[in-house]
T-cell receptor, first 112, second 108 residues
Framework: DTGVSQDPRHKITKRGQNVTFRCDPI?????LYWYRQTLGQGPEFLTY????????KSRLLSDRFSAERPKGSFSTLEIQRTEQGDSAMYLC??????????FGPGTRLTVL | RKEVEQDPGPFNVPEGATVAFNCTYS??????FFWYRQDCRKEPKLLMS???SGNEDGRFTAQLNRASQYISLLIRDSKLSDSATYLC?????????FGAGTTVTVRA
């Protein structure tokens, strides 16, 4: 399978714990994006990498959120001190110098 | 005001019917336009790009009106497998902005 992959697919955690998600983009894609989707809403942009450089961060991304793409390949999204409001689907997408983005299956986070 | 507004539906149509819905966007500088399809608890999947000249992909026809900042999608000869949420998407500086989606249910 050469699509975007994400791990884990599901994560249940207790409030206050830290969680980390991983995204592996399509191999030749230089751009990687993170989005968050809550029930009944469309995905909302969180952050964007071109190669290893993080070029944009949404105001939605509080200080508790950090994303990295150290070698310009896979990316991680970490949430520290999780809150119940962080419960959502976290989607990763990638593209190659175009506006057409391809999404991974998402990581569904539940914060108890 | 949300950047992309869609009629949430639901549109409940019989097999074989034609269904059409649209969205509006607020940023006149938006560069590219798409319809994505999302099945329940799955990731969004690209359905088609949208161009000012209008474009078709099989039973699907999309239209963009830049002057009115309006995007439409028409599905002809609906199939049960067309049941999904359709997300209207615009791009600004490579960042996708999504509408909340229009739910379509096709019944036998």
């Amino acid at each position: 399978d050469t699509g975007v992959s994400q791990d884990p697919r599901h994560k249940i955690t207790k409030r206050g714990q830290n969680v980390t998600f991983r995204c592996d983009p399509i191999s030749e894609h230089n751009r990687l994006y993170w989005y968050r989707q809550t029930l009944g809403q469309g995905p909302e942009f969180l952050t964007y990498f071109q190669n290893e450089a993080q070029l944009e961060k949404s105001r939605l991304l509080s200080d508790r959120f950090s994303a990295e793409r150290p070698k310009g390949s896979f990316s991680t999204l970490e949430i520290q001190r999780t809150e119940q409001g962080d419960s959502a689907m976290y989607l990763c997408a990638s593209s190659q110098n175009t506006d057409t983005q391809y999404f991974g299956p998402g990581t569904r986070l539940t914060v108890l | 005001r949300k950047e992309v507004e869609q009629d949430p539906g639901p549109f409940n149509v019989p097999e074989g019917a034609t269904v059409a819905f649209n969205c509006t966007y607020s940023n006149s500088a938006s560069q590219s336009f798409f319809w994505y399809r999302q099945d329940c608890r799955k990731e969004p999947k690209l359905l088609m790009s949208v161009y000012s000249s209008g474009n078709e992909d099989g039973r699907f026809t999309a239209q963009l009106n830049r002057a009115s900042q309006y995007i439409s999608l028409l599905i002809r000869d609906s199939k049960l497998s067309d049941s999904a949420t359709y997300l209207c998407v615009v791009t600004n500086d490579y960042k996708l902005s999504f509408g909340a989606g229009t739910t379509v249910t096709v019944r036998a």
